[in-house]
């Protein structure tokens, strides 16, 4: 059982748009920057978001993040079939002192 | 050129002890906090220990607390995972990661990850 809460999977066709919601806590997302990571299958993960909203250089524009109260949410737009992955949220959790990451969500590009 | 290689994984039994390391280089080590994660086959990702960068302070999980001790030699660029008590939910991937505090404290790089086994 995770900290914070993402869906399992979600699915859109290609040139399409996504959203991933990650839902957590005032101990941890509401007072702390949440990171997102994309894990192509059989690789390590990567950094696309931190921040909150910022993409670290070479991600492309098509990623984007956002944050209000409890919750953040990974945005992708123009769907490629390339973007098929496993997307975390992750953030540091206050009241644990702990890292805590999302269940991950599986994208499937039909 | 960024590089965090892991090694030191394998396949032993339950309540045996094994002792990661991840080599870093292409920057400055004693300047970034580093983590392990694991991720068990099929599953999502756990984190398992972070360590600050003059390893003043080091945070685990309740999973692991107790078992798993995180240090670091940065005479060495080299971080390390001492496991202990080796239970069979500690099967994974581990991976080592950089903290980047100019990006919010994000694990801005992965290494390729080390596999450890725990079965009888």
């Known amino acids: 059982q995770s900290v914070l809460t993402q869906p399992p999977s979600v699915s859109a066709a290609p040139g399409q748009k996504v959203t991933i919601s990650c839902s957590g806590s005032s101990s941890n997302i509401e007072n702390n920057y949440v990171s997102w990571y994309q894990q192509l299958p059989g690789t390590a993960p990567k950094l696309i978001i931190y921040d909150n909203n910022e993409r670290p250089s070479g991600i492309p524009d098509r990623f984007s993040g956002s944050k209000s109260g409890t919750s953040a949410t990974l945005g992708i737009t123009g769907l490629q079939t390339g973007d098929e992955a496993d997307y975390y949220c992750?953030?540091?959790?206050?009241?644990?002192?702990?890292?805590?990451f999302g269940g991950g969500t599986k994208l499937t590009v039909l | 050129q960024v590089h965090l290689v892991e090694s030191g994984g394998g396949v032993l039994q339950p309540g045996r002890s094994l002792r990661l390391s991840c080599a870093a280089s292409g920057f400055t080590f004693s300047n970034y906090g580093m983590h392990w994660v694991r991720q068990a086959p099929g599953k999502g990702l756990e984190w398992v220990a972070v360590i600050w960068s003059d390893g003043s302070k080091k945070y685990y999980p309740d999973s692991v607390k107790g078992r798993f001790t995180i240090s670091r030699d940065n005479s060495k660029n080299t971080l390390y995972l001492q496991m202990n008590s080796l239970r069979a939910e500690d099967t994974a991937v581990y991976y080592c990661a950089r903290d980047d505090s100019n990006l919010g404290n994000a694990l801005d790089m992965w290494g390729q990850g080390t596999m450890v086994t725990v079965s009888s």
């Open positions: 992750e953030t540091w959790d206050s009241s644990l002192s702990v890292v805590v």
